[in-house]
């Protein structure tokens, strides 16, 4: 069995808890979409998820998240600019993100996939924080240009745990400008070769732009 069959019936059991794996009813049409909402880039993605019912569509983002969480766990734990920036309100980053992590699609439970969070939105702080992602925002990513989705989906996991890490950001307060600026500060810290990788690509295009 292929690695990735093994991270499929792993993800459909949890989609379908108490299902037999095999013939669960719709472990087929979702399998494939598992696979491209975790490689694939956001046209490819908005095409694939296009017509999929919302509890499906809620089921699928859900089982992403599990994944990137568990990368941004690891992202926090070999990224020391990372780790010292979300711990800096006082709460072990890797802590509080591994216990959000655990719980998502528990009831009440504190970061999930929702319609109502949209790009990603949160209040409360530590343990008792609540963070929710908008399904098909989260899927396509909703970032920084020049991010892939992979890199999108890290980042706004980042994001609102700093918010709930004991705003170690400045809150966005609705402000579009502040909330990019997070998104850099998080992408920085991070994301340090992304964040690189973007400021490379946006002197370059400043420099096109300038010889014309």
């Known amino acids: 069995m292929s690695l990735w069959s093994v991270i499929t ?32 880039d956001a046209a490819a993605i908005n095409e694939a998820i296009a017509d999929l019912p919302s509890v499906e569509l809620k089921q699928l983002a859900r089982e992403v998240l599990r994944v990137r969480a568990g990368e941004a766990i690891e992202i926090l ?3 020391e600019s990372c780790r010292e920036l979300l711990s800096g309100g006082g709460y072990d980053a890797i802590e509080l993100l591994g216990t959000l992590a655990d719980n998502i699609g528990a009831r009440s439970a ?14 409360d702080q530590g343990f008792n924080t609540r963070i929710r992602f ?10 920084l240009d020049g991010m892939s989705v992979r890199e999108s989906q890290l980042q706004v996991i980042l994001h609102e745990l700093a ?3 004991g705003d170690v950001i400045p809150p966005d ?9 997070n998104q ?3 992408t920085r810290a991070c994301l340090p070769e992304v964040y690189e ?9 400043v420099r096109s732009q300038e010889s014309e």
């Not at 019936?9 to 909402?37: D, H, M, Q, Y």
């Not at 908008?134 to 970032?143: I, K």
């Not at 307060?173 to 600026?181: A, F, I, L, T």
């Open 9 to 40: 019936r792993r993800a459909l059991k949890n989609i379908f808890p108490g299902e037999n794996v095999a013939t669960a009813p719709k472990s087929e049409p979702l399998a494939p979409l598992l696979e491209i909402a975790l490689t694939g």
């Open 77 to 79: 734990r070999s990224c």
């Open 110 to 123: 504190q970061m999930d996939i929702a319609a109502s969070g949209r790009g990603g939105s949160q209040r």
């Open 134 to 143: 908008g399904p098909r925002e989260f899927l396509t990513g909703t970032s």
């Open 163 to 165: 918010h709930a890490a």
């Open 173 to 181: 307060g609705g402000n579009p400008e502040e909330s990019v600026r």
């Open 184 to 186: 850099q500060r998080i």
């Open 197 to 205: 990788r973007i400021g490379r690509r946006q002197y370059s295009e």
